[in-house]
């Protein structure tokens, strides 16, 4: 697929960088196009739309400075003109989607990383891969700094996802030395908020859903394992600066929220922000699970001066409200007469949470 793509006017005073965004109608793809469009950048988003939606960049069609192509990046993407920036954020990331199709899901992380770096080497473009704290498996050191190689099964149900990212990243660090490439890669850890699929299987999105209907929490194992979750607006302006920091600034780096916190404790924190009175439910921990996860950000604090902002409480209201609002628009599009489940209301103070540079 070739691609022509032309830029408005230029905001007076900055260069515009022509940015390349796979998987970027995806949930935390469609919030970096927002951020890149709202600082005067251009934006072409490439997805397949696998496990995303065009409902994420709709609002982004009329845009002068944006484009929406469907792609697959197992094949590889032609683009006319110059690109500054591919941030590579396509590949399922939900165990419950991922595992679908397990060989597709690495051949995207594999191929789909070969494909960008040849497009970033012809462009001579820097090159950002989204990777995942996937990369350290159920980890023995805890908290997990970058330079923990990790405790990954290369056989079991998750291996596809977490094997498909570590193969990417050697493959970019190769790049680098034999090509002299500008590379960064961060290793995302548990992201949360508005945009997240009802379905896609994971923590928040999950506990929220079943809490707006009034149906029992499923928690997974005895609800003791523990996550760190990171606000999307607090993510994605870390991406960027990851992206704009110097050339010999490569990474890995950790972008996650430090603060760490059992499934129970986040299960009961999303019961008081909906006011549900649904019951906590107990089922086996699946294979592989990680059972704590927990990121070191210091080396993102040192060269890149982030660290996430929102907090718990905010963040959670944040999703809680676009998660009714959803709900609430499905019930009401829904056929008359047709069977439809009761949406708890729930009215948030409300909020500003732009994304922040």
């Known amino acids: 697929m070739t691609v022509q793509f032309s830029i408005a006017h230029a905001r007076s005073g900055r260069p ?4 390349l965004i796979t998987g970027g109608a995806g949930f935390i793809g469609s919030h970096l196009c927002d951020l890149l469009l709202q600082r005067g950048d251009a934006v072409i ?3 397949n739309l696998s496990t995303s939606s065009m409902r994420n960049v709709r609002p982004l069609l009329n845009h002068p400075n944006f484009q929406f192509i469907e792609h697959d990046i197992r094949q590889p993407l032609h683009i006319d003109g110059s ?9 399922p990331a939900s ?9 597709g899901t690495m051949k995207t992380n594999v191929l789909g990383a070969l494909n960008l770096l040849e497009l970033s080497r012809k462009k001579s473009c820097r090159f950002l891969q989204a990777s995942t704290s996937e990369v350290y498996g159920d980890p023995e050191i805890h908290p997990q700094p970058e330079s923990y190689a990790g405790s990954v099964s290369t056989t079991g149900p998750r291996a596809c996802y977490d094997e498909g990212k570590r193969a990417a990243e ?4 190769d790049y680098r030395r034999v090509y002299g490439l500008e590379v960064k890669v961060a290793r995302i850890f548990n992201t949360y908020g508005p945009r997240m699929l009802e379905d896609d299987g994971r923590v928040v999105s999950n506990f929220i859903v079943q809490a707006l209907h009034g149906r029992p929490i499923t928690i997974y194992g005895t609800g003791k394992q523990t996550r760190s979750f990171c606000f999307v607006d607090d993510l ?14 490569t990474g890995p780096f950790n972008l996650g929220n430090p603060h760490e916190i059992t499934i129970e404790a986040i299960a009961r924190e999303v019961l008081a922000c909906t006011n549900s009175l649904s019951r906590l439910q107990f089922k086996p921990l699946p294979q592989d699970d990680p059972k704590r996860r927990k990121p070191v950000i ?14 718990l409480k905010d963040g959670l209201a944040a999703t809680v409200a676009y998660f009714t609002l959803r709900m609430a628009d499905r019930a009401a599009s829904a056929p008359s007469g047709g069977s439809t489940r009761k949406v708890r209301r729930f009215s948030p103070n409300p909020l500003n949470l732009a994304h922040e540079r």
């Open 45 to 47: 988003c490439a997805d």
């Open 16 to 19: 515009v960088h022509r940015n």
């Open 95 to 103: 165990p419950r989607h991922y595992q679908r199709d397990p060989i």
């Open 298 to 311: 210091a080396a993102a604090e040192q060269w890149l001066g982030w660290r996430p902002r929102v907090t």
């Open 236 to 249: 994605v302006r870390g991406l960027e600066k990851l992206m704009e920091s110097p050339p010999a600034v």
């Open 83 to 91: 690109i500054d920036r591919i941030y590579n954020l396509a590949c």
């Open 170 to 173: 050697t493959l970019i660090f």
